[in-house]
């Protein structure tokens, strides 16, 4: 049997995510209190091998001690997977302000703020025992739900989904990878009047970036240290992996270096996922 608990702050998207595993057909349970884990998995165990649960602040025990208990104790053959949802504060914020709903942990005079870094704090245990984690500061209700089902399926095909991702530096490292690459010492197609409006995806920018020897020898030495080191990472069995490529905007060069090193990886046979998590930014001023 094999049990998924999905945890993480409020507002940060585990309702989608409980939908998304209920789709993969999970047998899901919201809310549950942690003490109550064994007993489910006793009771589901000869008829449901997939079960996803979800815990969060309002059902967590009096102690962080009774917390791990309840997740180290659990029958023999329960198999236990961690997915932590989180979100940055002020993302969070907006979020409840949109909503206009009220935090679980808004009681008496404490501000939302308050309750956010409060929540983190009581969160702390199951976030440390996460086995996968995602933010959602900059994911879309349709951008999480493939993400989960990337990773998730992923973990049970047994598969090692390898994702390249583009980012801009000024506006922050994503949370969720393992490898990152800064690309802000390359040509700079913002810099050339005719290419600053395109984008990594446009061909122009491609044989700009082609013809230019510096950005060939960057993509070459990556995919190198990466295939030197992707058969241990299989052997460990890891289920996903992202490496992300950083430039100042994440419009020109980490675009075009994340697409073509996964056309390289994706020639060789690799299951290959990419994301650019600026474009939208950029679509919008079109």
């Not at 993969?24 to 006793?42: Q, R």
């Not at 086995?131 to 959602?136: P, V």
Request: hydrophobic share 35%; aromatic share 10%.
């Amino acid at each position: 049997m094999h049990i998924f608990i999905v945890s993480g702050r409020s507002g940060s998207g585990k309702t989608v995510v409980l939908r998304v595993l209920e789709d993969l057909g999970y047998y899901c349970v919201d809310n549950l209190p942690v003490d109550l884990l064994p007993a489910l998995s006793h009771s589901l165990s000869q008829n449901y091998p997939q079960v996803a649960v979800s815990i969060d602040v309002r059902n967590l025990p009096s102690s962080e001690q009774e917390l791990m208990d309840n997740l180290d104790f659990l029958p023999k053959g329960v198999k236990t997977t961690v997915l932590y949802i989180d979100a940055k504060d002020e993302v969070l914020i907006r979020r409840y302000s949109e909503t206009r709903r009220l935090h679980p942990l808004t009681k008496g005079d404490a501000s939302l703020p308050d309750a956010i870094a409060q929540e983190s704090k009581l969160l702390d245990g199951l976030s440390s025992r996460a086995d996968l984690y995602i933010d959602t500061s900059d994911l879309n209700v349709h951008q999480l739900t493939e993400m989960v089902r990337e990773k998730i399926l992923g973990k049970s095909d047994k598969e090692l989904v390898i994702t390249f991702e583009s980012f801009g530096f000024k506006y922050g490292v994503p949370n969720d990878i393992d490898f990152v690459f800064d690309a802000r010492f390359l040509p700079n197609p913002h810099w050339e009047p005719e290419l600053r409006a395109l984008t990594g995806l446009d061909l122009p920018v491609k044989d700009f970036f082609s013809s230019q020897p510096l950005v060939n020898k960057f993509v070459f030495q990556i995919n190198n240290f990466m295939s030197t080191w992707l058969p241990h990472l299989e052997r460990n069995n890891r289920s996903y992996l992202t490496i992300a490529i950083g430039c100042t905007g994440g419009k020109h060069r980490s675009v075009y270096i994340a697409e073509t090193l996964a056309e390289q990886f994706r020639s060789r046979g690799k299951n290959i996922k990419t994301r650019h998590r600026e474009m939208s930014r950029y679509l919008e001023q079109l």
